[in-house]
């Protein structure tokens, strides 16, 4: 059946045909890759592999992926985790956390949490809460859908470092800053 529409076909509608099925094997191939960057990053795996001591805050290296986020009781920072110590010295391990910053001093240095900045501080970290009511999603529905791989607990605002970041990224901030500002206002 093939042999015979490729022989009655035109050359350039076979080769259309080829191409479209070469490029959706590719966008195929890419997004198997993407979900399974985001289901399994480095970071789950090193944490799953017993990387921590049990409980105890590792130091986490990232960048801030969006303005911190205060709430009433905690301040919420997204960071993109670049590598991580757990007292054994600095490795790789890439992936995505929410990071709950507490006490009173976190709330106070909310404004110097912008997004593009670098963020170095110690972080008891833990899997994210799962649903398993009737009816929910899935365990890896939810892994996908929400943004990030772990969760964590920053002791205090203090324990912080923090360092600028590009000239663009820091224009930016002071623009949603005076924004935020004004709307408060």
């Known amino acids: ?15 259309c045909t080829l191409a479209s099925i070469e490029v959706a094997a590719a966008v195929a191939a890419w997004a198997a890759t993407a979900r399974d960057a985001v289901l399994a990053p480095p970071l789950a795996e ?19 992926l969006a303005d911190a986020d205060a709430d009433v009781d905690a301040v919420r920072l997204r960071l993109r985790v670049a590598r991580v110590n757990a007292g054994d010295g600095w490795r790789d391990a890439r992936g995505d956390i929410q990071a709950h910053v507490g006490g009173t001093v976190a709330a106070g240095m909310a404004d110097a949490w912008t997004r593009g900045r670098r963020v170095r501080a110690p972080v008891a970290l833990r ?25 964590g607990t920053i002791k205090s605002g203090a324990l912080v470092e923090v360092e600028r970041a590009a000239a663009w990224d820091e224009w930016a901030a002071g623009v949603r800053r005076h924004v935020r500002g004004a709307i408060a206002r």
């Open 127 to 151: 899997w994210p809460a799962m649903t398993y009511n009737p009816g929910a999603p899935d365990p890896q529905w939810q892994a996908l859908v929400r943004r990030f791989a772990l969760t």
């Open 46 to 64: 090193w944490f799953a592999a017993g990387g921590r001591a049990a409980g105890a805050p590792v130091l986490v290296d990232g960048t801030l």
């Open 1 to 15: 059946l093939v042999q015979r529409w490729h022989a009655a076909a035109p050359r350039h509608v076979v080769r």
